[in-house]
């Protein structure tokens, strides 16, 4: 089994950079790199009776970097000392402006393990027009920029059976979402 020999922290800033030496179980050694950002959540809201889902849009480093247009993103923020209950609706009312009730749990995946130490808990919640009661667009001293966007159930799905839904975490809830709920389509 492969352990961890050495960790030399490199940064300490808004996420903290290590490079690791591990041991490999036929006594190697080998140089790897982590990434500690915390725990996660995210949501994919859904309106069952107007047939939409929420997501947004914000200005992401990678995504700028790489030359392509803002991503759609399920809601999401990292858990910041609180349950993942209560962030994910702490969540929802900032990036959103809507109020959830039930959650329905998916999983807790792990999104880039060769480099991070994140998990995210992934969620379903179903709310309606009267549940918007906010502006969303994320907090104003985290400079997030946060557009909120309602898609169509059918483009959704258009878009993931297309594979032009890019976020990882937004692909598997809306798969989820598909699975789980097919009479949203019948």
Do not use: C
Not at 53 to 77: C, F, K, N, Y
Not at 155 to 161: E, H, K, N, Q, T
């Amino acid at each position: 089994m492969a352990e961890i020999i050495a960790r030399h922290l490199i940064y300490d800033g808004w996420y903290r950079f290590s490079r690791l030496e591990l041991r490999m179980p036929d006594g190697t050694v080998a140089e790897r790199h982590l990434i500690d950002n915390g725990q996660a959540v995210a949501v994919l809201p859904f309106d069952r009776a107007r047939r939409v889902a929420m997501l947004i849009t914000q200005p992401r480093a990678a995504v700028l970097d790489a030359g392509h247009p803002p991503l759609l993103e399920a809601i999401a923020g990292g858990l910041d000392g609180a349950s993942p209950e209560e962030r994910i609706h702490e969540e929802a009312m900032e990036e959103g402006g809507i109020r959830l009730s039930a959650l329905e749990p998916l999983a807790n995946i792990w999104p880039i393990p060769p480099v991070s130490t994140e998990r995210v808990m992934l969620y379903l919640a179903e709310y309606s027009a009267a549940d918007r009661v906010g502006a969303g667009g994320g907090a104003e001293d985290e400079d997030e920029h946060i557009s909120v966007v309602e898609i169509s159930l059918d483009a959704l799905r258009d878009r993931v059976m297309a594979g032009t839904l890019e976020d990882a975490k937004t692909l598997i809830l809306a798969q989820a979402l598909m699975l789980r709920h097919p009479e949203l389509w019948s």
